[in-house]
């Protein structure tokens, strides 16, 4: 059972003691007969093993190309990733060749995505598509893999999972879905998951069983977690760090308490501002002025500046601001974090 | 707050069944979906009603019986004194100009094919007595104004617009024939979180202007509280219950309203499990089958046999001071930490 994974641990450069998961100065680009699409102009973080990471941002800030990077399932042609590297364990997954890529996924980095129905092949049943994982890479018999996933089904709390596993995946409910896609995630042990928008499309009541579920099981495996989403509730709620995106730089990272009091970086401060609250009435939502700006167009210097409060004239010139340190930690890209921390 | 003279809108045990048939040349009725299964509500001037519920609530299905796309199975509809579900003909046309509607999604609900000014001007030539055809330019360029627009964009075409401008063009189109009531469909709900507040803050300047009433349909309720004076909390087709701000985000009866307030995050981390949470078990019944008596007592928690026995009407209640569907109606605050 283990076959497949020791193989993987002795690829060159394999490290056990290196960091889980280390995202490099990432850069990519889709080129689209309207131009180069800019999607990720440097992205820099790191994950450790039973960390949850939240990278929150708005559509088109890059966050989920991010994701489909550090997996390696972007589009390619037009998606290419022009830099950077993403080191799993020290090894840099960019330059393996692909049939050892393939073995990464699954067995040490997994993915849920957020429409569970699109994701699910809708003409194999979801015992069929669970135990393909083991039978493909783990050489299960047939007998044996469905075994294995009622035991997942049953993790991840199907009601009656033994009866279930012969049913389509139009079968479930939106949320019975999602918890089948999190059994296919987890069924080769990964140890970091990638959650991209896991629980947008769901109602709130099914959020919460769904976030406390992924909560439940992160624990237990001792997991890196990734959560992408643009819900500054949900990641309020269970991140450990937040890196904030946008137009394809990781604008701020820090801790969530850091960040939730003292933003550093005047988008962070802006989003904050800008969200109504459940237990607040009446307050003013403060306006984020003007767009988000088109990828193929990204503004010249600090690509927040049209809409920033605080802008200067150093602001509209490259090079745009580095990661100013603000803490242990901590960075922001601002010129100004001391100003905007201060308030 | 009595006053009739102030009460816009009001419905009266409005029902709406979708018919499930069965067989092709000779279709038998053989059930049906019970979207909006007795709701009564009360609108007054200047007001906001926001309607929160998840998805198979008829939260859906209400606008639309509200506006008359779709045709009521029983209950009326009161505008100004006037049953919209009874007028026919030109007295109905007449009525619904008064009430307008915000859909949900910018990038669906303009025609691809019309420009701005066409389908902003598109209400005045159904309804041709409101503006004279020579001041309709004119008319057109004022709304893209009112509602933050550059008017000389009055011959671009909805693609050449981010997803935030296209709903002002959206609410430009319902404040064309000046209506007294505007039902908002999740109008905020496909837009970008920094977009989201430009269009509230947008609709709540509107409403001070022109002394508009709202319907606010959607299933974010940190947006619905900020926004509305009054909540309606809808499950399974039914009010579950109703009361201003204070009395559903502070003191709660219905335990599905708490259920729902404690799953909803709140964006600070020094509260997290510091809340009183309530994970409910399960999905939401089919509207098809409702449960028999209270519909939420399949997941309820404080469920005993009278709950599956009597159906709990929508009123005010010992241990509530607002009107609330559950026989153990009591306040329990899940908002704020304990």
């Keep these: ?343 | 707050m009595t006053d009739r003279n102030d009460v816009v809108l009001e419905t009266k045990g409005l029902v709406k069944h979708f018919p499930i048939t069965q067989g092709i040349l000779f279709k038998t009725k053989v059930g049906a979906v019970r979207a909006v299964d007795g709701v009564d509500m009360t609108l007054r001037r200047g007001e906001t009603l926001g309607v929160v519920g998840e998805s198979g609530c008829g939260k859906s299905t209400l606008p639309k019986l509200l506006v008359g796309l779709e045709k009521p199975t029983a209950g009326s509809i009161n505008v100004r004194g006037q049953d919209m579900t009874k007028l026919k003909g030109s007295a109905l046309r007449h009525a619904r100009r008064n009430i307008q509607m915000v859909l949900q999604d910018p990038y669906t609900s303009l025609n691809p094919r019309m420009t701005v000014g066409d389908i902003i001007g598109e209400p005045f030539e159904i309804h041709p007595e409101v503006t004279p055809r020579k001041g309709r330019a004119k008319a057109v360029q004022d709304l893209l104004d009112t509602v933050g627009l550059n008017p000389e964009h009055v011959n671009r075409y909805p693609h050449q617009f981010s997803g935030g401008q296209r709903q002002r063009i959206g609410i430009a189109r319902a404040l064309a024939l000046k209506p007294e009531i505007i039902v908002c469909d999740e109008p905020v709900s496909a837009l970008d979180v920094s977009i989201q507040a430009q269009v509230i803050n947008l609709l709540e300047g509107l409403q001070n202007e022109f002394g508009l009433s709202y319907i606010f349909i959607a299933h974010d309720l940190s947006v619905v509280r900020h926004i509305s004076d009054r909540v309606s909390v809808m499950y399974l087709g039914r009010v579950v219950e109703t009361g201003n701000d204070a009395q559903i985000y502070e003191n709660p009866t219905h335990p599905y309203t708490q259920a729902l307030l404690s799953a909803v995050p709140v964006p600070d981390p020094r509260l997290r499990g510091q809340r009183d949470q309530i994970v409910l078990e399960g999905d939401v019944p089919s509207p098809a089958n409702p449960p028999s008596g209270c519909r939420f007592r399949t997941r309820c928690w404080k469920a005993q046999s009278i709950c599956a026995e009597q159906d709990p009407v929508l009123s005010i209640r010992e241990r509530s001071d607002h009107p609330s569907a559950c026989h153990f109606a009591e306040p329990r605050d899940v908002v704020h930490a304990v």
């Design chain 1, 1 to 343: 059972m283990t076959d497949i994974k020791a193989e993987i641990d002795v690829l060159p450069g394999l490290d056990p003691h290196a960091p889980l998961l280390e995202v490099n100065n990432l850069h990519v680009e889709f080129r689209t007969q309207y131009g180069v699409a800019r999607a990720v102009n440097g992205a820099n973080f790191r994950l450790a093993p039973g960390e949850t990471l939240a990278i929150l941002g708005e559509s088109g800030c890059g966050k989920s190309v991010t994701a489909q990077a550090i997996m390696g399932i972007l589009d390619s042609p037009p998606g290419f990733v022009t830099q950077g590297e993403v080191k799993y364990r020290g090894t840099d997954l960019l330059k393996l060749p692909e049939n050892q890529r393939r073995k990464m996924r699954a067995n040490h980095i997994a993915m849920i995505f957020q429409d569970a129905l699109s994701a699910l092949n809708p003409v194999f049943t979801v015992g069929y598509q669970l135990g393909e994982l083991f039978r493909k890479h783990r050489g299960m018999s047939r007998a044996d893999a469905k075994k294995r996933s009622i035991e997942l089904l049953d993790q991840v709390k199907i009601p009656a999972a033994k009866a279930r596993i012969g049913d389509y995946p139009h079968q479930f409910s939106g949320g019975m879905r999602q918890r089948v896609m999190i059994a296919m995630a987890l069924a080769l042990d990964p140890e970091v998951l990638i959650a991209d928008e896991p629980t947008t499309a769901l109602d709130v009541t099914v959020q919460a069983q769904i976030m406390g579920l992924l909560a439940e099981l992160q624990q237990q495996r001792n997991m890196g977690l990734i959560l992408i989403t643009h819900d500054m509730g949900v990641v309020a709620d269970v991140a450990d760090r937040i890196s904030v995106m946008y137009a394809g730089k990781v604008v701020e990272e820090a801790g969530v308490y850091d960040i939730y009091s003292r933003p550093a970086h005047p988008y962070a401060k802006a989003l904050l501002e800008s969200i109504p609250r459940l237990d607040m009435k009446g307050q003013q939502l403060n306006v984020i002025r003007g767009l988000p700006p088109a990828l193929t167009a990204i503004p010249q210097g600090c690509a927040f500046n049209p809409r920033c409060a605080y802008a200067q004239d150093v602001c509209r010139q490259d090079p745009p601001p580095p990661p100013y340190a603000v803490a242990p930690g901590r960075t922001a890209r601002c010129h100004f974090w001391r100003d905007v921390i201060g308030e």
